[in-house]
């Protein structure tokens, strides 16, 4: 049987550009002040691993998330001029809302920071990987089983032009278990346009029981974080 299905998405690209109308900066709070301590639920989570409350963090904006990142982790106001605390989101933030066709259901490896491992003295991009292991528990696999329901690998660039988008580095290369998936269609030493947006790769069918493992290498001067989610598709109106 022939199932022709007819995504009709709206609203995406509208998201992106839907503000939340705050006024002053109550998302930012410099070194000494703790997060609200009315919140039970507000917490660190910040891509560098650490969730220490010694240093300025800021709040991702998303009214149902009560995550706070370390500023020096998360914005880099030199990099695109002016960075407005008011737009900021957390990495599964904006995740959540660069892919209208999947939604996250768990994330088994949250977002975690690449780190530089080589600078090249004649000023070529350095080089940068992130290895992690990951697990996936019995439930995870009865789900995994299930048509509409997948294992995603997803790379974003901190402090993009464009937040809501993945974005992989230059020269990526993506190993799960130790078998190299191709995780974007550009070229490797293209850049990611303002209009452009990457894809993450489904890597269901490279998963196994228990522990894995993921890697990622590029050739990028920017910071990016690699992550893992169980998505499943988007509600779709199944052809007529
Ligand atoms: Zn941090
Ligand atoms: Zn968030």
Not at 23 to 29: A, E, G, P, Q, Y
Not at 113 to 126: A, E, R, S
């Amino acid at each position: 049987m022939d199932l022709v299905s007819n995504c009709k998405v709206s609203g995406a690209t509208d998201l992106a550009s839907n503000g939340q109308g705050a006024s002053d900066c109550s998302n930012v709070k410099v070194e000494g002040e703790s997060i609200d301590p009315y919140r039970s639920d507000a917490m660190v989570r910040c891509p560098c691993g650490s969730s220490s409350e010694t240093e300025s963090v800021i709040k991702c904006q998303d009214p149902s998330c009560h995550v706070w990142q370390h500023m020096s982790c998360v914005v880099f106001p030199e990099k695109h001029g002016e960075e407005d605390p008011e737009n900021f989101y957390c990495e599964l933030c904006r995740l959540s809302r660069a892919d209208p066709f999947w939604v996250s259901v768990r994330h088994p490896l949250q977002p975690v920071k690449m780190v530089t491992t080589n600078i090249p003295v004649d000023g070529t991009n350095p080089v940068q990987s992130v290895e992690r292991t990951f697990q996936l528990t019995r439930a995870d696999r009865d789900l995994l089983l299930k048509q509409e329901f997948d294992l995603q690998a997803w790379c974003m660039l901190l402090s993009d032009e464009v937040s809501f988008r993945m974005h992989w580095p230059q020269h990526a290369d993506l190993q799960v278990n130790g078998l190299a998936v191709r995780a974007i269609n550009r070229p490797g030493s293209q850049l990611l346009g303002a209009n452009g947006r990457d894809d993450g790769p489904i890597i269901t069918f490279f998963m196994k029981d228990g522990i894995n493992k993921i890697s990622l290498t590029g050739c990028d001067a920017r910071i990016f974080c690699l992550g893992v989610r169980i998505v499943k598709k988007a509600q779709c109106s199944t052809g007529s």
